[in-house]
C-alpha cells in the first residue's frame, strides 16, 4: 500500500557509521544505516538534531550507489 501524504514519515536509525561534522547549535552531519518506513536499512548522509528528533535535508543511499560513491572518491585522490 503506497503511504498517503499525511502518514508521518517513520525512520529507525539503525547504526551510526560516523559524524561528518558539527554545527555551533548542536546538530551533527552524521552518515547512518536508516530504516524507512519499515523498509530495509539504507546508507543516509544527513543532518541530525541531539536527540535525533528532527533531522534536516539529505541523501540516501542503496549499496550499490554507496560503491559507486567510494569508488569516484578514491578514484578523484580524495
Do not use: C, Y
Amino acid at each position: 500500500m503506497a503511504r498517503k501524504n499525511t502518514d508521518p514519515i517513520q525512520f529507525k536509525v539503525e547504526e551510526t557509521i560516523g559524524v561528518l561534522s558539527t554545527s555551533a547549535n548542536g546538530w551533527q552531519k552524521e552518515l547512518n544505516l536508516v530504516s524507512w518506513n519499515d523498509a530495509p536499512p539504507k546508507f543516509d548522509i544527513r543532518s541530525w538534531s541531539p536527540d535525533h528528533t528532527k533531522m534536516g535535508k539529505g541523501i540516501t543511499l542503496t549499496n550499490e550507489e554507496m560503491a559507486a560513491l567510494k569508488e569516484t572518491i578514491e578514484q578523484a585522490g580524495l
